[in-house]
């Protein structure tokens, strides 16, 4: 049963609702333009326009824009990816046409003053700071620039600190000129509201927009010999991440990893990894491996810190993990709670309405469809333990892992 409803205005923004019977509303305005579609030495140019979208338009000062949806208790922020740009707010109801008329503003109409600019560089400059001084954050993305080598995958979102000192109101026109395309934008609502009035209001702020449709060049990676790297850092434990490219968003097998990450070392503490070197040999306190899969490729790791003396024994033990799964097959009981502890998972995650809508405006811009609970699940019990063996022996061979370690100094 469809949850959702959908209405495309002809300039080709599109409207993505959710009924939910709440005074609460969530909402997002998500533009399917991030890191990877920078120009080379422009890295950080997504994020740099994300912050600067909040300090000036033609009508409002930064003061009226922050106001505009806080003077009504709501909460107002953004985020940029890899492949997507999206400012996101909660608020009372009776107020969805203040997040309307903001969010047409901020995307359409900002300014980009160089006072601005000049103000928001510095801020920017102090993140790249911060973020250089925890470890377990810095290691995620030069992992990632590691297993990415010479693509735009591999750039850091926030940027470089020589990137960003040069980054200019040219260069902020032209990605947005080249990669806001208004087929590649979508309006994400989850509340309680007639549709056909929320139609209207929608419509009121988004119907006049020209349509713009420049055509974006993604490439693929390509695949990358795998490395072992080591680098010596300020700090007083041992970071390392292993792992590599995976299955994009569209791969038949992308449930069955999601699946298998989950199960190796995914939310809860009874993962396989956790229960292995945490519990049963106390080495590291965070051991945990993700997937995120990308509309071409995806990637796959596997992190943990522990004392120095520790680490060669605790991946040691995670070899040994991938192991087992490359070896053998899992059986009829843990197969069936592998499935069970996920699924209950992802209908839980459900509770989040914000995360939800978010989810349900990706997938609408990644596949044209949203998925609903019951075909997730569907996807999910239909893994067998012969697909979990042969992603297993392609996604965790050692020789398809790139290990990236942060030593003590």
Same mark, same amino acid.
């Given at each position: 049963?469809?949850?959702?409803?959908?209405?495309?205005?002809?300039?080709?923004?599109?409207?993505?609702?959710?009924?939910?019977?709440?005074?609460?509303?969530?909402?997002?305005?998500?533009?399917?333009?991030?890191?990877?579609?920078?120009?080379?030495?422009?890295?950080?140019?997504?994020?740099?326009?994300?912050?600067?979208?909040?300090?000036?338009?033609?009508?409002?000062?930064?003061?009226?824009?922050?106001?505009?949806?806080?003077?009504?208790?709501?909460?107002?922020?953004?985020?940029?990816?890899?492949?997507?740009?999206?400012?996101?707010?909660?608020?009372?109801?009776?107020?969805?046409?203040?997040?309307?008329?903001?969010?047409?503003?901020?995307?359409?109409?900002?300014?980009?003053?160089?006072?601005?600019?000049?103000?928001?560089?510095?801020?920017?400059?102090?993140?790249?700071?911060?973020?250089?001084?925890?470890?377990?954050?810095?290691?995620?993305?030069?992992?990632?620039?590691?297993?990415?080598?010479?693509?735009?995958?591999?750039?850091?979102?926030?940027?470089?600190?020589?990137?960003?000192?040069?980054?200019?109101?040219?260069?902020?026109?032209?990605?947005?000129?080249?990669?806001?395309?208004?087929?590649?934008?979508?309006?994400?609502?989850?509340?309680?509201?007639?549709?056909?009035?929320?139609?209207?209001?929608?419509?009121?702020?988004?119907?006049?927009?020209?349509?713009?449709?420049?055509?974006?060049?993604?490439?693929?990676?390509?695949?990358?010999?795998?490395?072992?790297?080591?680098?010596?850092?300020?700090?007083?434990?041992?970071?390392?991440?292993?792992?590599?490219?995976?299955?994009?968003?569209?791969?038949?097998?992308?449930?069955?990893?999601?699946? $298998?990450?989950?199960?190796?070392?995914?939310?809860?503490?009874?993962?396989? $990894?956790?229960?292995?070197?945490?519990?049963?040999?106390?080495?590291?306190?965070?051991?945990?491996?993700?997937?995120?899969?990308?509309?071409?490729?995806?990637?796959?790791?596997?992190?943990?810190?522990?004392?120095?003396?520790?680490?060669?024994?605790?991946?040691?033990?995670?070899?040994?993990?991938?192991?087992?799964?490359?070896?053998?097959?899992?059986?009829?009981?843990?197969?069936?709670?592998?499935?069970?502890?996920?699924?209950?998972?992802?209908?839980?995650?459900?509770?989040?309405?914000?995360?939800?809508?978010?989810?349900?405006?990706?997938?609408?811009?990644?596949?044209?469809?949203?998925?609903?609970?019951?075909?997730?699940?569907?996807?999910?019990?239909?893994?067998?333990?012969?697909?979990?063996?042969?992603?297993?022996?392609?996604?965790?061979?050692?020789?398809?892992?790139?290990?990236?370690?942060?030593?003590?100094?």
């Amino acid at each position: 049963m469809i949850d959702h409803q959908v209405h495309t205005l002809p300039n080709g923004i599109r409207l993505l609702f959710k009924h939910t019977p709440s005074h609460i509303t969530h909402c997002c305005f998500m533009v399917n333009a991030g890191a990877r579609d920078e120009a080379e030495g422009k890295d950080g140019l997504a994020h740099f326009i994300e912050h600067l979208l909040f300090k000036a338009t033609k009508r409002r000062n930064t003061a009226q824009i922050l106001n505009h949806l806080e003077l009504v208790g709501a909460d107002l922020n953004a985020y940029t990816t890899k492949e997507y740009t999206c400012l996101h707010a909660s608020l009372l109801k009776q107020h969805l046409e203040r997040a309307l008329d903001l969010f047409e503003d901020l995307v359409f109409h900002s300014t980009f003053p160089q006072e601005e600019l000049e103000k928001e560089r510095g801020v920017i400059l102090d993140e790249i700071a911060s973020y250089l001084d925890q470890p377990e954050e810095a290691i995620m993305d030069d992992f990632e620039g590691l297993i990415f080598k010479g693509h735009t995958l591999g750039n850091n979102i926030l940027g470089a600190t020589e990137s960003v000192k040069n980054l200019s109101k040219t260069d902020i026109d032209h990605f947005i000129q080249s990669n806001y395309n208004t087929a590649e934008m979508i309006f994400g609502v989850s509340g309680d509201y007639d549709f056909k009035k929320l139609i209207k209001l929608f419509e009121k702020y988004f119907a006049a927009i020209p349509a713009h449709h420049p055509v974006k060049h993604r490439l693929a990676p390509k695949a990358v010999k795998a490395e072992d790297i080591s680098v010596s850092k300020p700090i007083t434990q041992t970071h390392c991440v292993l792992g590599g490219q995976a299955y994009s968003s569209a791969h038949p097998y992308r449930y069955g990893l999601l699946l $298998l990450n989950n199960y190796l070392g995914g939310m809860g503490m009874s993962s396989r $990894l956790n229960l292995e070197i945490r519990e049963k040999h106390g080495i590291a306190y965070t051991i945990e491996s993700s997937y995120t899969s990308l509309t071409d490729t995806g990637i796959f790791n596997i992190y943990f810190g522990t004392d120095e003396e520790k680490a060669a024994k605790a991946m040691k033990l995670v070899y040994r993990e991938l192991k087992r799964l490359r070896d053998k097959k899992l059986g009829t009981v843990q197969l069936h709670q592998a499935k069970q502890k996920f699924i209950g998972q992802i209908a839980l995650a459900e509770e989040n309405r914000m995360s939800l809508i978010l989810s349900m405006t990706k997938s609408l811009l990644d596949f044209n469809r949203i998925d609903t609970l019951e075909e997730v699940f569907e996807k999910v019990n239909a893994v067998t333990a012969e697909e979990l063996l042969e992603i297993s022996n392609e996604i965790l061979q050692p020789e398809a892992l790139s290990v990236l370690t942060f030593e003590p100094e």
